[in-house]
Nanobody, 115 residues
Framework: QVQLVESGGALVQAGGSLKLSCVASGTVFRIVTVGWYRQAAGKQRELVANIGSNGRTNYADSAKGRFTISRDNAKNTVYLQMNSLNVEDTAVYYC?????????WGQGTQVTVSS
């Protein structure tokens, strides 16, 4: 059974930084694409960034220049370093894993940015 466990969400002031982590189990991590999505209250879930098995990254326009996604295959972990946070970044952040035959979501971690 594939499981994803996110951590690192917190309350932070505008302009601050956070690093989210997502640990995967039950899968061959090095061959999957993993990504971060977020869902703000009353809005649809949206892609923040993802990273392929080859290390290729993809960012939403809102994340470019501020957020960095990375992965450590030895630790089955994907990270999201978020800098220069603003109130619009407030959301539940979800980790998603995409394998050839399935996709799995994590339970989410809350990020709240105060002004």
């Amino acid at each position: 059974q594939v499981q994803l466990v996110e951590s690192g969400g917190a309350l932070v002031q505008a302009g601050g930084s956070l690093k989210l982590s997502c640990v995967a189990s039950g899968t061959v991590f090095r061959i999957v694409t993993v990504g971060w999505y977020r869902q703000a209250a009353g809005k649809q879930r949206e892609l923040v960034a993802n990273i392929g098995s080859n290390g290729r990254t993809n960012y939403a326009d809102s994340a470019k220049g501020r957020f960095t996604i990375s992965r450590d295959n030895a630790k089955n972990t994907v990270y999201l370093q978020m800098n220069s946070l603003n109130v619009e970044d407030t959301a539940v952040y979800y980790c998603k894993l995409d394998a050839p035959a399935y996709s799995v979501w994590g339970q989410g971690t809350q990020v709240t940015v105060s002004s």
